[in-house]
């Protein structure tokens, strides 16, 4: 007769976990949808102090136009 000797050892399992990028790509892109919207409302703050500033010289020119008329007429009166 043969003696069987089972003999268990235990054994540790390492699961390790690995991410698969996921959550870089969601920063990213985050991070691009932030940047877009930034130079967006930057450039729409430009354009509107450009168009003030053409507003507001516009105004000065109609102003001086209406000054030297008021002169004019006022020349004319006397």
Sequence with gaps: MSDD???QTPHTTVI????SGG???IGVAVLIVVL????FLLVRNDSE?????AV???????ER????????IDGEAK
């Design 5 to 7: 000797r089972v003999t």
């Design 16 to 19: 390790e976990r690995r991410s």
């Design 23 to 25: 959550g870089l790509l």
């Design 36 to 39: 877009v919207a930034a130079y």
């Design 49 to 53: 102090v450009a168009k003030n500033s």
């Design 56 to 62: 507001t010289s516009a105004a000065k020119s109609v």
């Design 65 to 72: 136009t209406a000054d030297k008329a008021g002169s004019a």
